[in-house]
């Protein structure tokens, strides 16, 4: 699996950002994807996944703000971030597994890279 975050940067309170996340080497269509995120400091959490469904779940800190989806056609999922806030600054990751319940608990043998959020005035 190959997973590139991007979409990332800074951007003051109150501000929105989207972030792309492009997967490879998986059958995208049938994964159930999740976006993460792990600030200095801390421990990494999930934020928000999509099932193969379209079926969504997000962290209680950012119901209301962010809104994940998928496009299948072009192995990508997105997350629509609004109403940042300076506690929302992490690195985000994204990963995937036909298992929901593994995306659900973040467990991964591996994880890509990143995209850094920076939310400061």
């Known amino acids: 699996v190959q997973l590139q975050a991007s979409g990332g940067g800074l951007v003051q309170p109150g501000g929105s950002l989207r972030l792309s996340c492009v997967a490879s080497g998986i059958i995208f269509s049938i994964n159930a994807m999740g976006w993460y995120r792990q600030a200095p400091g801390k421990q990494r959490e999930l934020v928000a996944f999509?099932?193969?469904?379209?079926?969504?779940n997000y962290a209680t800190s950012v119901k209301g703000r962010f809104t994940i989806s998928r496009d299948n056609a072009k192995n990508t999922v997105y997350l629509q971030m609004n109403n940042l806030k300076p506690e929302d600054t992490a690195v985000y990751y994204c990963?995937?597994?036909?298992?929901?319940?593994?995306?659900?608990?973040?467990?991964?043998?591996?994880w890509g890279q990143g995209t850094q959020v920076t939310v400061s005035s």
């Open positions: 990963n995937t597994d036909r298992d929901r319940g593994a995306v659900a608990r973040g467990e991964f043998r591996s």
């Open positions: 999509i099932t193969f469904t379209g079926s969504t």
